[in-house]
């Protein structure tokens, strides 16, 4: 990545990398957020903890594939720095990180519901994409 008089900016690359992921795992978070909120509407509530249900299963994969998905979308957008150990890092970052952006999730559940969830997912995702493309461009020029 490339500041407007040719240098290298590699800060810059790395903090858009970072937050790219960061924001791309809360809308994949909140995706996952939805789908719970979904497949409990159409069963009966549960009577306790059941981690075989399907709003569970849901839980317990999305989240983890979510977190996985910001980390591989964020080693991919700062591979210019080409430094392996650094992409790692920002990739774990990233992943931890939108696991724990996933707390905002549950305010937006409890006031706004799933529409409020599909809502933040839209809009962080479009975010993602916004950053994704500013990225790439100046990585270009």
Do not use: H, K, Y
């Not at 981690?51 to 999305?62: F, W």
Request: positive net charge; charged residues 10%; glycine residues 12%.
């Amino acid at each position: 990545m490339t500041t407007e008089s040719g240098a290298d900016d590699p800060l810059g690359l790395v903090l858009g990398g970072l937050l790219f992921g960061l924001v791309l795992g809360l809308a994949l978070q909140a995706l996952v957020g939805f789908a719970v909120r979904t497949a409990q509407a159409s069963t009966p509530p549960a009577n306790g903890l059941d981690l075989a249900s399907l709003p569970a299963r849901i839980l317990l994969v999305g989240t983890a594939i979510a977190a996985l998905a910001a980390a591989m979308a964020t080693w991919s957008i700062v591979a210019p720095i080409r430094n392996p150990w650094r992409q790692g890092m920002l990739a774990i970052i990233a992943g931890m990180g939108s696991f724990a952006l996933a707390l905002v999730t549950q305010p937006v559940d409890r006031l706004l519901g799933r529409g409020g969830l599909l809502g933040l997912a839209i809009i962080a995702g479009l975010t993602s994409a916004w950053l994704a493309r500013r990225i790439s461009r100046r990585a270009v020029a």
